[in-house]
């Protein structure tokens, strides 16, 4: 590792001064993610604390089951936005006290002074990818379990379930009980060209998961066999099918539980049983590689935003930057709800604010102090 970053020193010409300015940025950064994670946990313990004590949890289960698993998501939620603003924060310190002027002033160019900015913010993105897409849904899983186990919150029950189980067969359940992941009234109907060739009907359906298949409770299977219809009944029955519990489990959040590879495989499965949910799981997948990505455009617009010293101080630079954060999280919630309900692709709705500040953050940078 060493070597490597020696490599890189002595290809890009690092300096101590790159290093102060690194030491800056993800030291500010580190600074207000522990911060702002602090303030978030009080007030969530403040507001769970009765649920605890009344349910008689234990401290360490509270601490190791709930908030070590509730503090990843929230710091992958904002890690651009504190990002943002540390960047705001620790350059207008820097403006403020002349040393952006000094830098600039000792021959180093403006493009060679992003470098450090650059640096860190590939820094802060890998952690953000990292985070995302292996170590968020499955602290996720774990504080969605506690949260059942220990807090009362109830699994969503489903009804009305149409799904594709391969190309000519099809899955319908009146109810589906996340909880006791059971599913009652099932029909399972079969087609050929024209006609209906086979029907299943139970009352009830589990999924045993040693055995890895359906149990039905209760059934009546008719089919066609050379022209005649055959009937059979009984109280059980084993079966398998192309779907899972998770793909009855149609709850736009299940994607949040699932790592990036196993995502894509189930948007893929849910694409061909024709799930109403396929935009929400897409929309979750390119949000995984955008909102990291979008810490690179976010850095450089805060440096662009604070690198001009003014005679108002950090205040000014603070007070634009928070505009320009929340005007990013508006189009973020507007492409969002365009890309489910209103026909936008789901690349382009997750995609479009990078694309947006992208511009915006050329077009600053171009007129920033240098």
């Given amino acids: 590792m060493s070597r490597w970053i020696e490599r890189f020193r002595e290809l890009t010409g690092w300096k101590i001064l790159d290093s102060y300015i690194l030491k800056k940025f993800l030291g500010s950064v580190v600074y207000a993610v522990t911060l702002l994670m602090t303030i978030v946990v009080v007030f969530d313990l403040s507001e769970n604390i009765q649920r605890f004590m009344d349910r008689n949890i234990p401290v360490k289960e509270i601490i190791t089951g709930y908030y070590f698993n509730f503090i990843p998501y929230f710091i992958n939620l904002f890690i651009p ?4 603003i540390s960047v705001i924060w620790f350059t207008s310190k820097l403006s403020s006290h002349n040393e952006i002027i000094s830098i600039l002033g000792n021959g180093v160019s403006f493009r060679r002074f992003l470098l450090p900015y650059f640096v860190g913010s590939i820094v802060i993105v890998l952690v953000s990818l990292v985070l995302a897409n292996f170590i968020v849904p499955r602290t996720n899983a774990r504080l969605n379990e506690f949260k059942y186990q220990n ?4 699994a969503v029950q489903t009804t009305y379930l149409h799904i594709k189980n391969s190309a000519d067969s099809y899955i319908f359940v009146e109810r589906w009980d996340r909880a006791a992941q059971t599913g009652y009234y099932f029909t399972f109907e079969v087609f050929d060209e024209k006609y209906l060739k086979e029907k299943i009907s139970a009352k009830s359906i589990t999924f045993d998961d040693e055995k890895q298949v359906w149990t039905l409770n209760d059934y009546t299977r008719r089919r066609i066999v050379n022209g005649v219809e055959q009937m059979e009944t009984g109280l059980t029955m084993d079966t398998v099918f192309n779907v899972k519990p998770i793909n009855l489990n149609q709850d736009a959040f299940v994607s949040e539980t699932m790592s990036y590879n196993e995502l894509r495989t189930f948007i893929k499965e849910e694409k061909s ?14 949000k995984r590689i955008a909102n990291p990505l979008g810490i690179i455009i976010l850095s450089f617009l805060g440096l662009s935003v604070s690198s001009r ?3 108002r101080g950090v205040g000014v630079h603070i007070f634009i930057g928070m505009g320009l954060a929340f005007t990013f999280v508006f189009l973020q919630q507007v492409s969002t709800v365009f890309s489910v309900s209103g026909g936008l692709p789901p690349v382009l709705g997750t995609w479009i604010p990078n694309l947006i500040f992208l511009v915006i953050m050329i077009y600053m ?3 920033a102090q240098k």
Avoid: D, N, P
Avoid at 81 to 84: P, Q
Avoid at 151 to 154: F, I, V
Avoid at 276 to 283: E, F, G, R
């Fill in 309 to 311: 010293k003014t005679a």
């Fill in 365 to 367: 940078l171009r007129f």
């Fill in 151 to 154: 807090m009362g919150r109830q």
């Fill in 81 to 84: 936005l504190f990002t943002f």
């Fill in 273 to 286: 049983r024709g799930s109403s949910l396929v935009a929400h799981y897409q929309i979750e997948r390119h």
